[in-house]
């Protein structure tokens, strides 16, 4: 789309959280859910969208999503057993 994103804050994507709170209270992660929203403009064609394709936080052993956000061959995933999922998984928002 050649537009720029800018996020206040550092992005760190595919990094088990989990782990990282033993270091103390610079990492305050209470469990391991871990996921990025994203949009679509309107204008995009269908076919750019399954292209990008889905990754809805399937369960366990099960690849559910297509696409560049295919997991276990596109995208780096860590099991999060608490809520039956692999991590990171991706959040389409819906224009309302």
Known sequence: ???PIKFPIPMFYSVPLKPIASFGVAFNVSDCMEYYMYQ???????EDREYFGKNPGHPLKSHESTGMLKGGQNILETPCYSANKTVPYFVE???S
């Not at 679509?40 to 269908?46: A, R, T």
Request: charged share 40%.
């Open 40 to 46: 679509f403009d309107s204008k995009v064609p269908q």
């Open 93 to 95: 928002i819906e224009e």
């Open 1 to 3: 789309m050649n537009k």
